[in-house]
């Protein structure tokens, strides 16, 4: 079952903007993460925000997360056309004992050159 | 190249047969997970091994089954195909820490 839904689902921007996705889930947590795909690659791991932070920061990435609001947003600043890619949120779920990361659906952004 | 290792990293087979994909996990990792992405169902855990024995189960068909060997390698074993199982499934491990590195997939093709 998903526990993460992204929004939006689809993100076009021009290379220089910010792009910021968000993902809301259901259960109490014990971390978020934020993952990249490359269109029919791997995931792989960009940052992770734990229950008791509300902002991190990585690079040109930007993490918030609010837990009375079960959300969280991702924000790329200054986009390039590399950062073309899905973006899923994966939430650990703490009242889930012997549970792996539930991913969402992921956002598609596009960076136009 | 995240050293999470999967073959063959495309599968076309036909429906009713059996196939067995391959994991090979970051050195020194003792979890294994394994994914199965699609367009309409998104990224859903199937199962996770953890130094040879099962620890979680996800929403894993009675049809699939897996295991994890003691020099750490997982298999993946999907039987009795269906059209529906037409998929990318992922491999991901994971040592102490809580981020996990996934390997780049195999693609499954039934028709």
């Known amino acids: 079952s998903q526990q993460g839904e992204e929004d939006p689902q689809a993100l076009s921007i021009q290379e220089g903007e910010n792009a910021t996705m968000n993902c809301s889930y259901k259960?109490?947590?014990?971390?978020l993460q934020w993952y990249r795909q490359n269109s029919g690659r791997g995931l792989v791991h960009l940052i992770l925000?734990?229950?008791?932070?509300r902002e991190k920061h990585s690079g040109r990435l930007r993490v918030t997360l609010d837990t009375s609001k079960k959300s969280s947003s991702l924000l790329i600043t200054a986009s390039r056309a590399a950062d073309t890619a899905s973006y899923f949120c994966a939430t650990d779920p703490s009242d889930q004992a012997g549970t792996a990361l539930i991913f969402g659906k992921g956002t598609t952004l596009s960076v136009s050159s | 190249d995240s050293g999470v290792t999967q073959t063959p990293k495309h599968l076309i087979t036909a429906t009713g047969q059996r196939v067995t994909l391959r994991c090979s996990p970051r050195?020194?990792?003792?979890?294994v997970y394994w994914y199965q992405q699609s367009l309409d169902q998104g990224l859903q855990f199937l199962i996770q091994y953890y130094n040879g024995e099962e620890r979680a189960k996800g929403n894993i068909l009675e049809r699939f089954s897996a295991q994890q060997f003691p020099d750490l390698h997982s298999e993946l074993n999907l039987s009795s195909l269906e059209l529906g199982d037409s998929a990318l499934y992922f491999c991901a491990s994971k040592r102490d820490g809580e981020k996990l590195f996934f390997g780049s997939g195999t693609q499954l093709s039934v028709l």
């Open positions: 050195s020194g990792d003792l979890s």
């Open positions: 259960t109490s947590i014990n971390n």
């Open positions: 925000i734990r229950s008791n932070e």
